[in-house]
Nanobody, 123 residues
Framework: QVQLVESGGGLVQAGGSLRLSCAAS????????MGWFRQGPGKEREFVAF???????AYADFVKGRFTISRNNAKNTLYLQMDSLNTEDTAVYYC?????????????????WGQGTQVTVSS
């Protein structure tokens, strides 16, 4: 089992920045791929970014150049640096982990989920 706990959400003005963190515990290791998803009000859950244990990354097109995913394997922590936020980024952000080194944009292919952290961007 893997437990995931997100933090760092909050209220920010458009154009501002936030940094989300996701602390992982339990069966963490080299085969654990980790990612971020989000679900905005009235919207379906969508993929945001992925990081492999070795540092390989993948991003959704709508966050490229604005968001940066990273991980500290020694601390079993995943991060999402979000810059140039706009109101469309308002959502609950979820950390997810999958028992595979490869990346996936499908939430169905992730085995573990955090409880989510709210990000609200005001205009």
């Amino acid at each position: 089992q893997v437990q995931l706990v997100e933090s760092g959400g909050g209220l920010v003005q458009a154009g501002g920045s936030l940094r989300l963190s996701c602390a992982a515990s339990g069966r963490t290791g080299r085969n654990l791929g980790m990612g971020w998803f989000r679900q905005g009000p009235g919207k379906e859950r969508e993929f945001v970014a992925f990081s492999s244990w070795s540092g390989g990354t993948a991003y959704a097109d709508f966050v490229k150049g604005r968001f940066t995913i990273s991980r500290n394997n020694a601390k079993n922590t995943l991060y999402l640096q979000m810059d140039s936020l706009n109101t469309e980024d308002t959502a609950v952000y979820y950390c997810a982990a999958r028992l595979s080194m490869g990346w996936s944009t499908s939430g169905d292919e992730y085995n573990y989920w955090g409880q989510g952290t709210q990000v609200t961007v005001s205009s």
